[in-house]
């Protein structure tokens, strides 16, 4: 049933995960299943590690989507990580689609032949199953990138995520949390920190013009390619309806008419093409348009990493004046001497670590996209391969049909 699915079938490397480390001091982790129960999705995830502060060296816990989010606030809320780029949390699993479909042909025409509304559904559920890899995939990316980061791989949080074999005790948001959130949100969309900020030092100054024009660029082929993804699923739904019309219509002429014949095989052909075309827009959705929207939600991580380095600057220069002028009063030097001191180490510390997070940031994109790129065109080779040897085994059909008259 598709309210009770696991993602047994193998699942396709995501094109934006991080390469898994062989390293014996890191951790390795994986989800090495996962179930649907009432759209609840329940993660097992499995770590491998020889790390000593962990108990065992081989362990599984099941997660909820919502502890996932849990894990992500503490990152970002975690005032250590303010030099680091935090990867973005996983979309929170949605199979209202697959289900209204399934609610809708449950209750459709009872006189629908059986073995039309047998194919029907199971159309249904490999539309599901994908949505249901695809959304396993994600929060699988997310627990890579944080396993394999040098730093964030020593959170204490994650260790707790990962070892825990009990439910984490985190609070669900409330509407007031949730309005208190948006508004956040809408903060932080208004916020021309980095905007009006001209730095001093050319490679931030150079990275801030690039990741401006990046989101934009990044986000308008994003659009292009959900609208691509459409366009292709209009398009199956046209296939599939020109084929039931043409056996529909050849069912209507006499059988042995050689024109009848000729309509019911071409008409049949139509299932092998749509069938063909529906992997391809599955592989569309998943190595383009999600590949996209990752590394549109990843940018935006890499732009509040730059306007975190551009507070700490500010901060550094308002506590410097702060020591001046404490100075010039004679009064409260010392404090305002530590407070100095801190904000100067703190803009460094972040200044430094946002270097290489913007160097492995830029690595780690290219090498994404050139995986997912690749992976997409062989797919494209390997659908028209198929649509090839359709088409030519329908005609040497259609021809022997007409041979034999």
């Known amino acids: 049933m598709m309210e009770e699915a696991g993602s047994s079938a193998p699942k396709e490397a995501p094109a934006a995960a991080e390469p898994k480390t062989a390293d014996p001091k890191g951790i390795r982790v994986s989800i090495a299943d996962a179930l649907n129960e009432q759209d609840i999705v329940k993660f097992t995830v499995h770590t491998q590690t020889e790390l000593e502060r962990f108990a065992k060296k081989d362990f599984q816990v099941t997660r909820l989507h919502e502890e996932f989010v849990w894990l992500f606030e503490r990152f970002t809320e975690n005032d250590q990580n303010a030099g680091y780029i935090i990867p973005p949390p996983p979309p929170k699993p949605d199979f209202s689609q697959s289900h209204g479909k399934l609610a809708k042909l449950q209750s459709g025409d009872a006189q ?33 990138r944080l396993a394999s980061h040098p730093v964030l791989r020593e959170d ?33 969309s208004l916020d021309n920190t980095l905007v009006k900020h001209v730095d001093e030092d050319s490679f931030f100054e150079n990275q801030k013009a690039f990741i401006f024009h990046y989101i934009r660029t990044i986000n308008d082929a994003q659009k292009a390619s959900v609208q691509k993804v459409k366009h292709r699923q209009s398009m199956v739904a046209a296939f599939q309806k020109v084929g039931v019309a043409l056996v529909h219509l050849a069912n209507t002429q006499h059988a042995a008419h050689i024109l009848s014949e000729m309509m019911r095989k071409t008409g049949q052909s139509q299932t092998a093409v749509v069938s063909i075309q529906k992997k391809l827009c599955a592989k569309e959705d998943l190595k383009m348009s999600d590949l996209l929207k990752y590394y549109k939600a990843d940018s935006d991580a890499a732009k509040d990493l730059m306007v975190r380095r551009v507070k700490a600057l ?42 290489d997070e913007l160097k492995v940031f830029k690595k780690r994109r290219i090498a994404a996209f050139r995986k997912g790129l690749i992976q997409y065109t062989q797919c494209q080779i390997r659908q028209s391969r198929e649509m090839y040897a359709l088409m030519k085994q329908t005609l040497a059909a259609v021809k022997e049909i007409e041979g034999g008259r």
């Open 112 to 144: 629908t032949p059986q073995d039309e509304l047998d194919k029907l559904k199971q159309e249904i559920q490999s539309e599901y199953l994908a949505a249901f890899q695809k959304t396993v995939a994600m929060h699988e990316v997310f627990l890579i």
């Open 156 to 188: 204490q949080n994650l260790q707790v995520f990962l070892e825990y074999d009990q439910d984490l005790s985190f609070k669900h948001k409330s509407k007031k949390d949730k309005a208190i959130g948006f508004m956040k949100g809408m903060v932080k």
């Open 314 to 355: 500010n901060d550094q220069n308002k506590t410097a004046s702060a020591l001046d002028a404490a100075k010039a009063k004679g009064k409260k030097v010392l404090e305002a001497q530590d407070a100095a001191t801190n904000a100067k180490d703190k803009f460094e510390k972040i200044t430094k670590s946002s270097k």
